[in-house]
Nanobody
Framework: QVQLVESGGGLVEPGGSLKLSCLAS????????IGWFRQAAPGKEREGVS?????????IYTGSVKGRFAISMDDARNTIHLQMNNLKPEDTAVYYC?????????????????????????WGQGTQVTVSS
């Protein structure tokens, strides 16, 4: 049974940093896509923040977080991290970890452009990140 458990959310002032972690269990596959999504409020669209493509180590970031967030994978601990620096009030959201265990490679012209090109069938419960003074 696949489980994704997030941790590391909290309240931070603008300009501060947080590190989110997602512990993945039940994974025995060699190829997957795992990433972070966020939802600013109930009913708002869930946004792909960053994701990691296991097959070749590609990382993808949405434009608003490039240069501020960094995704990393700790294979030994089956944990994926999201280091978030220089946080802004607009980063406030519930952050979810999600995984596509059998990714279909998108067309070459689109590869590496967006986390939303994959089918995420496993989701964590989410962790709240609030950026406020």
């Amino acid at each position: 049974q696949v489980q994704l458990v997030e941790s590391g959310g909290g309240l931070v002032e603008p300009g501060g940093s947080l590190k989110l972690s997602c512990l993945a269990s039940g994974f025995t596959l060699d190829d997957y896509v795992i990433g972070w999504f966020r939802q600013a409020a109930p009913g708002k669209e869930r946004e792909g923040v960053s994701c990691f493509i296991k097959s070749d180590g590609t990382t993808i970031y949405t434009g608003s977080v490039k240069g501020r967030f960094a995704i990393s994978m700790d294979d030994a601990r089956n944990t994926i991290h999201l280091q978030m620096n220089n946080l802004k009030p607009e980063d406030t959201a519930v952050y979810y970890c999600a995984a596509d265990p059998d990714p279909i490679r998108p067309p070459v012209s689109l590869y590496g452009s967006s986390c939303s090109l994959y089918q995420y069938i496993y989701w964590g419960q989410g962790t709240q990140v609030t950026v406020s003074s």
